[in-house]
């Protein structure tokens, strides 16, 4: 018998406890389609997990064989030796990962780990699933046709189906307040009154979620530069950068200006931040941003930034140019754009805007490389490039500024309701 067999009706039941207990029943000898329905008389599940149930535990006696080579190549000992239980577990498990790409990796893996039976057990379920998750074969087994949804599931193989899965949901607006012109209170007391419910955001006392944007493109709140619209995530950029009042500043590629119109606001307007862009279109958006909030610390430079040369700043952004695959959600023409040749081409540009923006600092300074984009080979590969080429700059770890953050600030989208994002500062040391 399964797990959780019963003689009497079972309210607790799930579709996967369901057919691990059928798929058990058919190790002993009954038919499958006769183990579930008993199952289904003796256990009052619903419609959905009766379907579901059905589904995984045909389809996994239908590819066992398949299925049970993949688990042998990451399973610590002799598979074959395993009892009925551990091994239908996994085999669950696996076919779900491999054909049911509508279920994420990580409810897959969870799913598996709480039938365990024991600590022992269930850390071995997660050793052996992570590993067949890893296992480049078994990626190209399930990967989807789009090339940049595929360097994501490869750079990311438990948190990839997450993520691609908050690509198809509504993105979360944001405001951020300019604490130059308002108070929060009297923005959250207009909020209000607009019927607009709101909540703090997940680490920026200066933003909020809001659940309608379309009502404030109009607004007097926006026109006359109380609130702006930005992720929270683009936020945290900032965050890193740590601007103080009274300092020199280069934001480069610095279009539309949600960053370099924050930078201000932190500096209290009071310093100097040089804005660069190389199209006098893009150039005129951060104009009129920093005019509509009242900014006036901003310079202007209408240039290429890898190739003018400024020096001896304190501090400089380069929020580079990318794949946008950290906001495929706000973005989903992405997914057609992105493709081998293109990521080839954007990380040599950034890494040519990085470097020339390195020279504009003075020995002390630090500058921050931002992308939305979360794919390794714009951001950590890019960074460590040029810290071997370049030995008088030196990594700050981020958690220095944000304690949440690790050597790198990584948000990746799907976790937080914001766009994906990292950054990476570094210090010019000599």
């Given amino acids: 018998m399964g797990i959780g067999s019963k003689t009497e009706k079972n309210f607790n039941m799930n ?10 029943e058919v190790d002993q000898g009954t038919n499958l389609k006769v183990a579930l329905g008993l199952i289904f008389e003796r256990d009052e599940l619903s419609d959905d997990d009766r379907a579901l149930a059905n589904e995984i535990a045909f389809g996994t006696l239908r590819h066992r064989e398949e299925i049970d080579q993949i688990i042998k190549e990451t399973f610590i000992g002799d598979f074959n030796a395993a009892d009925s239980i551990l091994k239908n577990i996994l085999r669950l498990a696996v076919y779900q990962y491999l054909f049911l ?19 022992k057990e269930k850390s071995l379920i997660n050793a052996v699933l992570r590993g067949v998750i890893r296992n480049k074969k078994v990626q190209s087994m399930r990967e989807p046709q789009v090339w940049v949804l595929r360097k994501i599931l490869e750079a990311y193989p438990v948190e990839g189906e997450k993520i691609i899965e908050s690509f198809k949901n509504r993105p979360t607006p944001y405001i951020r307040i300019n604490r130059l012109k308002a108070k929060p209170e009297m923005i959250e007391e207009k909020l209000k009154e607009m019927g607009i419910e709101y909540r703090p955001a997940n680490w ?6 809001i659940n309608r944007l379309g009502v404030l493109i109009n607004n007097s709140l926006l026109k006359q530069g109380f609130i702006s619209i930005h992720d929270e995530a683009q936020g945290m950029i900032c965050k890193l950068l740590d601007p103080k009042p009274g300092e020199r500043i280069v934001d480069v590629c610095s279009a539309p200006g949600s960053k370099t119109t924050y930078i201000a606001e932190l500096m209290n307007n009071q310093g100097i931040i040089i804005a660069s862009e190389v199209s006098s279109a893009r150039l005129q958006l951060v104009v009129e941003n920093a005019e509509r909030l009242g900014l006036s610390i901003i310079q202007y430079i209408l240039a290429d930034g890898r190739r003018y040369h400024i020096k001896d700043f304190d501090k400089v952004l380069v929020d580079a140019p ?6 495929i959600a ?17 990380s040599n540009l950034q890494f040519n805007l990085l470097s020339n923006a390195a020279s504009f600092l003075r020995v002390g300074g630090s500058i921050v490389y931002s992308t939305c984009s979360i794919l390794p080979r714009e951001n950590e590969e890019l960074i460590e ?33 914001t766009d994906g994002v990292f950054a990476a500062r570094l210090k010019r040391i000599k």
Avoid: H, M, Q, W
Wanted: glycine share 4%; aromatic share 8%.
């Fill in 322 to 327: 990318c794949t946008n695959s950290g906001v």
């Fill in 385 to 417: 490039k040029f810290l071997n080429e370049n030995k008088n700059f030196e990594l700050e770890p981020a958690k220095e500024f944000i304690p949440s953050a690790d050597s790198y600030l990584k948000i990746l989208p799907g976790f937080y309701n």
């Fill in 15 to 24: 579709a996967r406890e369901a057919a691990l207990n059928a798929l058990c």
């Fill in 204 to 209: 920026l006392e200066d933003f909020r979620k």
């Fill in 330 to 346: 706000k973005r989903p023409e992405v997914k057609e754009r992105v493709n081998k040749k293109v990521l080839a081409r954007l």
């Fill in 101 to 119: 790409d509508r279920i994420p990796v990580y409810a897959v893996v969870n799913e598996a780990v709480n039938l365990g039976r024991s600590v």
